[in-house]
């Protein structure tokens, strides 16, 4: 891939192997156009032929699927390019979800027909031998007119695969015709109709609900039969908006290995810029040793003795918890695959990528169990009993399992049943499981959890303190790998402003990488000003400019929910809570309350201005709300405030 990152479409079950085009010895295509030249050397065109066919942008196309058995994946092309010297044509496209590789119940997919197609937010970049032919993509109505239904399928919603959910289409589906019937049958592997006789109405809504009639599908037994394929899914380590491109590759195991980004032929600074990405990892850990060997002893010991332990893990976000963690199982497994150590099993949860904290049960049981269940998903009340049963039962075969659970506060319910069993499962005597517990909030046990799940967490805690200046100034400098790029100066001002607001390093690495950007533009090595335009692009963004502009109670409100966050080690809270902190904060300032009514208009105009996400529904004082921006640009809009300058004084004591 092009720009080095992965996708996110779900997978329901067998893992996927990596698409091999058939490279011919002539080439298939040929560009419609000269094309427009872009960022990094690259260069757009509108239009290619390729074996016959002529593809544009907006055109839907059929994508081979690794399983020859399954159905071809559908798409719709949004841009075409070529990055030279790579003579290789590549798509980039926007995924079409089936029914079936939604979230959607049983009950609902039987409501829907194979032919129905959802427009989904995710998107990839494969080569142009990826793709077997064009496809028409129409809407419900012209679908219902048109005489040869296998030769076309209809789209009726935009489908968003992070949350799951559905909203209608801005502004309809156009029709898009490329290939024909002959070949698109031949790519569905088919050539008889499609085995349901429903006709369509002749008038339908295309933006109806979901519980409205729709065609059937087939019986249950021969559509479980003709299930279509999924593509691969990596999940996403934060909950974000926007989805990344990924190859049709989908790795056993989370892959931890470093992304090799393209950003064009440009020099050092370049390649300085893909040594500053935080996606790219690098071969050690700076300024991480001591935590690194404690961890790596703690996890070693228990895996030769073949016993369960626990270890908690806090510290500020961007410490490197998650990364020296990964580092620890990197180099266990290379003990592992060089026989000096016995065989064991890595598993990752990421308590932000789960759909509810129950799902655990079933990552978990996956990555342990899931090849004993013939492949085959299962619900977290069956996992979790699984689960339970071999955690429980003696088996002298059994490989220790190794499970770090990062963001461990999304894991918390009201029973809190989930973290008691993660935690209560190591003290088995047969259980082999060692659980590294990964959290923000270093007193989060006592403050959050009930004694009985703080108890079994047990004394085990490690804590990973802010970064400092000299800090940061090192992982910068190793990151760039003696490219001579940035002057000396420039690194220690770009570690100096990081470290007096936060010290998070993901923050100081992307300072410097768009300081490298700025000085690209001059063709020039990284000097100071760069870094201070940098700084001032950072902090003047447009969320930072509404909330320097924000009226008192707005400023009193984002301060009462940067509070709750610091008291509860949880970006989230209820609307109850944050009324309270708002009354105190106004009492303290001798201003008058204002009433519940007044705070949750409030509420409702930093939700309007995105500043704040609030769960919608008539949920009262129960409303859940979290910021939508990083907390420290919440304390640098707002730094005048002195309960903002009290926080930071703070949070300098907790430096020291």
């Known amino acids: 891939c092009a720009n080095g990152h992965t996708g996110n479409m779900p997978s329901k079950g067998k893992r996927r192997r990596i698409v091999k085009p058939v490279v011919e010895d002539t080439p298939s295509w040929q560009w419609l156009d000269v094309g427009t030249r872009g960022p990094g050397g690259s260069v757009t065109h509108g239009g290619i032929e390729y074996k016959g066919e002529v593809l544009s942008t907006g055109g839907y196309v059929m994508l081979r699927n690794p399983d020859a058995d399954e159905e071809p994946f559908i798409a719709q092309i949004t841009e075409l390019v070529e990055y030279p010297p790579d003579v290789m044509?590549?798509?980039?496209?926007?995924?079409?979800?089936?029914?079936?590789?939604?979230?959607?119940?049983?009950?609902?997919?039987?409501?829907?027909?194979?032919?129905?197609?959802?427009?989904?937010?995710?998107?990839?970049?494969?080569?142009?031998?990826?793709?077997?032919?064009?496809?028409?993509?129409?809407?419900?109505?012209?679908?219902?007119?048109?005489?040869?239904?296998?030769?076309?399928?209809?789209?009726?919603?935009?489908?968003?695969?992070?949350?799951?959910?559905?909203?209608?289409?801005?502004?309809?589906?156009?029709?898009?015709?490329?290939?024909?019937?002959?070949?698109?049958?031949?790519?569905?592997?088919?050539?008889?109709?499609?085995?349901?006789?429903?006709?369509?109405?002749?008038?339908?809504?295309?933006?109806?609900d979901y519980d409205e009639k729709a065609p059937r599908t087939p019986s249950r037994r021969k559509r479980r039969k003709q299930k279509p394929a999924q593509p691969p899914t990596v999940r996403p380590t934060k909950r974000v908006k926007e989805v990344a491109r990924f190859k049709f590759t989908v790795p056993k195991a989370r892959s931890t290995a470093a992304v090799a980004l393209n950003f064009?032929?440009?020099?050092?600074?370049?390649?300085?810029?893909?040594?500053?990405?935080?996606?790219?990892?690098?071969?050690?850990?700076?300024?991480?040793?001591?935590?690194f060997h404690t961890i790596c002893e703690f996890v070693r010991d228990q895996i030769v003795a073949g016993s369960g332990a626990c270890m908690f893990v806090s510290g500020v976000p961007g410490t490197g918890k998650t990364a020296t963690i990964r580092q620890v199982?990197?180099?266990?497994?290379?003990?592992?695959?060089?026989?000096?150590?016995?065989?064991?099993?890595?598993?990752?949860?990421?308590?932000?990528?789960?759909?509810?904290?129950?799902?655990?049960?079933?990552?978990?049981?996956?990555?342990?169990?899931?090849?004993?269940?013939?492949?085959?998903?299962?619900?977290?009340?069956?996992?979790?009993?699984?689960?339970?049963?071999?955690?429980?039962?003696?088996?002298?075969?059994?490989?220790?399992?190794?499970?770090?659970?990062?963001?461990?506060?999304?894991?918390?319910?009201?029973?809190?049943?989930?973290?008691?069993?993660?935690?209560?499962?190591?003290?088995?005597?047969?259980?082999?499981?060692?659980?590294?517990?990964?959290?923000?909030?270093?007193?989060?046990p006592e403050r959050v959890l009930v004694h009985r799940v703080s108890s079994r967490i047990g004394l085990r805690r490690l804590t990973f303190a802010p970064y400092t200046k000299e800090q940061l100034t090192e992982i910068v400098r190793c990151r760039l790998d003696g490219l001579e790029v940035f002057d000396?100066?420039?690194?220690?001002?770009?570690?100096?402003?990081?470290?007096?607001?936060?010290?998070?390093?993901?923050?100081?690495?992307?300072?410097?990488?768009?300081?490298?950007?700025?000085?690209?533009?001059?063709?020039?090595?990284?000097?100071?000003?760069?870094?201070?335009?940098?700084?001032?692009?950072?902090?003047?963004?447009?969320?930072?400019?509404?909330?320097?502009?924000?009226?008192?109670?707005?400023?009193?409100?984002?301060?009462?929910?940067?509070?709750?966050?610091?008291?509860?080690?949880v970006e989230e809270t209820f609307f109850s809570n944050v009324l309270e902190s708002h009354i105190l904060f106004c009492r303290g300032r001798g201003i008058e309350p204002p009433s519940a009514s007044t705070v949750a208009a409030v509420c409702a105009r930093l939700a309007a201005c995105r500043i704040l996400l609030a769960e919608g529904g008539d949920r009262d004082v129960y409303q859940r709300i979290r910021l939508n921006c990083n907390q420290d640009d919440v304390m640098f809009a707002l730094r005048d405030d002195p309960t903002i300058q009290v926080m930071k004084k703070a949070s300098a004591s907790n430096k020291l």
């Open 488 to 569: 000396a100066d420039a690194i220690e001002l770009c570690s100096r402003k990081v470290a007096a607001v936060s010290g998070d390093a993901r923050r100081a690495l992307d300072l410097c990488r768009r300081a490298a950007e700025l000085a690209q533009k001059q063709s020039r090595n990284v000097t100071l000003d760069d870094v201070r335009r940098a700084v001032a692009e950072m902090s003047s963004s447009p969320v930072v400019a509404a909330m320097e502009s924000c009226a008192l109670h707005e400023r009193l409100l984002l301060i009462s929910i940067l509070s709750q966050f610091r008291k509860t080690g």
């Open 89 to 208: 044509p590549k798509a980039r496209v926007t995924w079409m979800y089936r029914a079936s590789d939604t979230r959607m119940s049983k009950e609902s997919l039987r409501k829907h027909d194979p032919r129905e197609l959802f427009l989904s937010t995710a998107s990839d970049e494969n080569e142009i031998e990826a793709i077997e032919c064009g496809c028409q993509v129409l809407s419900r109505t012209e679908f219902a007119k048109t005489g040869d239904r296998l030769a076309a399928f209809y789209c009726t919603k935009l489908y968003n695969p992070i949350d799951g959910s559905f909203e209608p289409l801005p502004h309809g589906i156009a029709t898009r015709v490329g290939g024909d019937a002959a070949a698109i049958r031949g790519a569905m592997g088919r050539s008889a109709e499609p085995e349901f006789e429903e006709d369509f109405p002749d008038t339908p809504d295309e933006d109806s």
């Open 264 to 291: 064009g032929d440009g020099g050092a600074l370049d390649e300085a810029r893909g040594k500053l990405h935080v996606s790219a990892v690098p071969e050690g850990l700076p300024c991480r040793e001591p935590e």
């Open 329 to 444: 199982a990197r180099t266990l497994q290379s003990e592992r695959d060089l026989g000096n150590l016995v065989p064991f099993d890595f598993v990752e949860i990421n308590g932000m990528a789960l759909t509810t904290p129950a799902q655990a049960y079933c990552e978990l049981w996956d990555a342990v169990g899931g090849g004993a269940a013939g492949g085959r998903k299962v619900t977290p009340t069956r996992a979790l009993e699984l689960l339970r049963k071999r955690f429980t039962t003696p088996s002298p075969r059994r490989q220790c399992t190794v499970l770090l659970v990062d963001e461990l506060d999304q894991l918390w319910t009201r029973k809190q049943d989930v973290m008691y069993n993660l935690f209560d499962w190591p003290a088995n005597a047969h259980s082999r499981l060692v659980v590294v517990a990964v959290a923000n909030t270093m007193d989060l």
